[in-house]
């Protein structure tokens, strides 16, 4: 409980120091889309501590490397918001622009936008909802429900399959059992195949029952509510990845944000995500997105 509690705590300081990894290759030497450039709505207008021009830029460039075109949204959710768009990402919205403080738990978007947000998935439109640890998955929770998914809200460690030192740092596997065979993870070809996917303290999942887990949790998982918790709440049969087709549409849910960042964190410039050596957290970016723009069936 307490090396929880320092680690956390070590996490929550960090956070305010998190900058994109500028000098990490973002370069895709054969693009997914030479043309017909699949058009994405970052969202940028939730409070959100991800930003395409910020600490997620190094997914932005890799996409659209990739050849998505990616645009910034500061608008609310409207039909006429998403109509132009194949893909929409949202990356750890909040109730409010301070992190740390009781309101950035407050839902972060209206139901309006909820209702908006689900018709233009019905219709054909593809969502990437990423949703980290406390307090994101409490101002997300509003948006999940509206699509059939339930978030733990806390924050999710399993010592028997993480990081030494780092029970919250999860490895997904194919030897574990725990990266679960799935067009994301299979990838177009041998080359795009995934063999380890690494989160970086995140929250837990659960997805519609017609949905497919695609990053599983062990039954040694379990949740902690917050950063002062004693009670573990276990997890076994949830996720931090889900992905679901409704209606004409398509969404993936993630539980962690960082896996798909490349970041320096802390006084000593730690790398966080893609720019870790010895994971797949790249492709894994790449296959997500090819799945939500149909590229992968």
């Not at 460039?61 to 910034?72: A, E, H, K, M, Q």
């Not at 574990?176 to 999942?205: C, D, M, W, Y």
């Not at 790398?271 to 090819?290: C, E, I, K, T, Y």
Request: glycine share 10%; charged share 20%; with cysteine.
């Amino acid at each position: 409980m307490i090396r929880f509690f320092l680690f956390v705590t070590a996490i929550g300081a960090a956070s305010a120091q998190q900058v994109a990894d500028l000098k990490f290759d973002t370069t895709v030497a054969h693009p997914a889309y030479a043309k017909k450039n699949p058009a994405v709505l970052f969202d940028e207008a939730h409070h959100n501590f991800h930003k395409a021009d910020g600490r997620y830029k190094p997914f932005a460039n890799l996409i659209s490397s990739d050849g998505y075109r990616v645009t910034p949204n500061r608008e609310a959710f409207r039909a006429e918001t998403l109509k132009p768009y194949r893909v929409l990402v949202i990356a750890n919205a909040l109730g409010s622009e301070n992190m740390g403080g009781p309101e950035a738990s407050k839902p972060a978007f209206t139901p309006e936008e909820c209702a908006a947000v689900r018709a233009w998935i019905e219709r054909g439109g593809s969502l990437l909802l990423i949703a980290d640890h406390a307090p994101m998955g409490a101002s997300n929770q509003i948006l999940a429900h509206a699509l059939g998914v339930t978030m733990g809200e806390g924050y999710t460690l399993d010592p028997q399959h993480s990081q030494e030192g780092a029970p919250s740092t999860l490895i997904f596997t194919r030897e574990n059992g725990l990266l679960a065979k799935h067009p994301i993870t299979e990838g177009r070809n041998a080359e795009e195949r995934l063999s380890k996917v690494v989160a970086f303290t995140g929250q837990s999942l659960k997805g519609p029952a017609d949905g497919a887990t695609v990053l599983k949790l062990a039954d040694s998982a379990f949740d902690y509510a917050d950063r002062t918790s004693t009670e573990q709440r276990p997890v076994a049969g949830h996720a931090q990845c889900v992905a679901f087709r409704l209606g004409k549409g398509r969404v993936v849910v993630l539980g962690e944000a960082a896996m798909l960042s490349a970041q320096l964190g802390g006084p000593n410039q730690r790398p966080m995500g893609m720019n870790v050596p010895g994971n797949d957290d790249r492709q894994f970016a790449l296959n997500l997105m090819h799945w939500l723009s149909g590229l992968l069936k």
